[in-house]
């Protein structure tokens, strides 16, 4: 089955920084790669999504990029805020569309 | 849409004792998730339903845990007898087809003394 790796397992960034987590994938049939954010006493929301036939998706501060060859993706959030602090955690589609989550990113901007 | 509602927020319960926690997935959603998350484990896939038969039950851990989905707006998973490993934040999610987006719900937690 699918397995995805995910680093850093925590990040600490100052406000008006880039936070970049990185995932790795092991199954080349997985076609769809989304992103959720947790905050604390929440459900995992999701916050963005790509595909694979596409390579880079963006929305606002956060931006996602996907290397089919390499199997990894990754997420990218420009001019952190306080607000983005959260558990952030990707996922990979396995056979029936089932998502397998890495173990997520505890991400922390300070002011 | 209120989006997933799960209930009730937080359970706590004596060793031995049944649990039954409930889903309301979003109006229109034909699959539906459950899953659990603890710090050692994160997110596990507990059971999957399509079009409110079960599809995959593989990482329900062991013959205590059952779910059900008798109809499209309502699930249960139920522990019985329940043991204090099982506490953790369980969570309900439901996406339209396959392939796409989950919704999850605010979660249940857990606690079994």
């Known amino acids: 089955g699918e397995n995805v790796e995910q680093h850093p397992s925590t990040l600490s960034v100052q406000e008006g920084d880039s936070a970049v987590i990185k995932c790795t994938y092991s199954?080349?049939?997985?076609?769809?790669f989304p992103w959720y954010k947790q905050e604390l006493g929440k459900g995992p929301q999701l916050i963005i999504d790509?595909?694979?036939?596409?390579g880079e998706k963006k929305d606002q501060r956060i931006a996602v990029t996907l290397n089919k060859t390499a199997k990894h993706f990754s997420l990218h959030i420009t001019e952190t805020q306080p607000e983005d602090s959260a558990v952030y955690f990707c996922a990979a589609t396995s056979s029936w569309g089932k998502l397998q989550f890495g173990a997520g990113t505890q991400v922390v901007v300070t002011p | 849409d209120a989006g997933v509602i799960q209930s009730p927020r937080h359970e706590v319960t004596e060793m031995g004792q049944e649990v039954t926690l409930r889903c309301k997935p979003i109006?229109?959603?034909?699959?539906l998730f459950w899953y659990r998350q603890t710090m050692m484990r994160g997110l596990e896939l507990l059971i999957y339903?399509?079009?409110?038969?079960?599809?995959?039950d593989s990482g329900m851990p062991e013959d205590r845990f059952s779910a059900k989905m008798p109809n499209a707006s309502f699930s249960t998973l139920k522990i019985q007898p329940s043991e204090p490993r099982d506490s953790a934040v369980y969570f309900c999610?439901?996406?339209?087809?396959?392939?796409?987006?989950?919704?999850f719900g605010s979660g249940t937690r857990l606690t079994v003394v």
């Open positions: 999610a439901s996406s339209l087809g396959q392939g796409g987006g989950y919704t």
């Open positions: 339903f399509n079009n409110n038969v079960p599809i995959d």
């Open positions: 199954d080349s049939a997985s076609n769809y």
């Open positions: 109006s229109g959603h034909n699959s």
């Open positions: 790509i595909r694979s036939n596409v």
